[in-house]
């Protein structure tokens, strides 16, 4: 194998890790559907991908053994090396991935919950909706700056608000709901209750089944 030929390589797997985890990585939030989609396409592929695996490396060992074949092709190191990564990617890294997603988009919305405080203190009630903020309050509504999340939802109570943003989880039918509740009484949705501690004060986060 040549140099060249490694660089190639070592690009397309490295591209294809950039791919896989694009909804949680920094980026604009109108991309979330795309990189949402491939996601899912990754998980599902993944699986599917394994099949290639065992071909691709009983290719790689023939060629590499095979003196006389002194143009190499990269194709078959591809064709183990992309599925594995993909695999190990989509299922595993994910989770630590949809993590740091979570703390930044977090940390992204602190500058919405405390225009939302103003404006409770000025009108003596929560806004009906996040647009009441503009544009006395806030000229545009901050955005989580995370490829995969479209956006903030915000939802008044009572005497209460949510604040709320979602993170695909498996194959776009289940989602990680992250809920901001400033009075720390957190309910989740769905068929499971269980309720997860993120490490933000009054942030909380469910499996939406």
Do not use: C
């Not at 999340?149 to 989602?175: P, R, V």
């Amino acid at each position: 194998m040549t140099r060249k030929q490694w660089k190639r390589i070592i690009g397309i797997n490295i591209l294809t890790i950039l791919i896989v985890l694009s909804p949680f990585l920094p980026g604009p939030s109108f991309l979330s559907r795309p990189t949402n989609i491939i996601f899912i396409l990754a998980q599902l592929g993944s699986f599917l991908g394994l099949i290639l695996i065992p071909f691709g490396l009983f290719w790689t060992v023939n060629q590499m053994t095979k003196k006389e074949n002194k143009k190499k092709k990269i194709l078959p190191i591809l064709l183990w090396t992309v599925p594995t990564l993909t695999f190990v990617f989509s299922i595993w890294v994910a989770d630590v991935a949809r993590d740091f997603s979570r703390s930044i988009a977090i940390e992204n919305a602190d500058r919405i919950i405390y225009v939302i405080e103003k404006y409770k203190e000025k009108n003596k009630q929560y806004p009906n909706e996040i647009a009441d903020l503009k544009p006395d309050f806030i000229k545009t509504v901050p955005k989580p700056w995370i490829m995969g999340i479209s956006g903030y939802i915000y939802e008044k109570k009572k005497d209460n608000y949510n604040l709320t943003f979602t993170q695909n989880l498996i194959f776009g039918f289940n989602f990680e709901v992250v809920v901001y509740d400033p009075t720390g009484n957190h309910k989740a949705k769905g068929e499971l209750k269980t309720l997860y501690d993120t490490g933000k004060e009054n942030w909380k986060y469910y499996v939406y089944d």
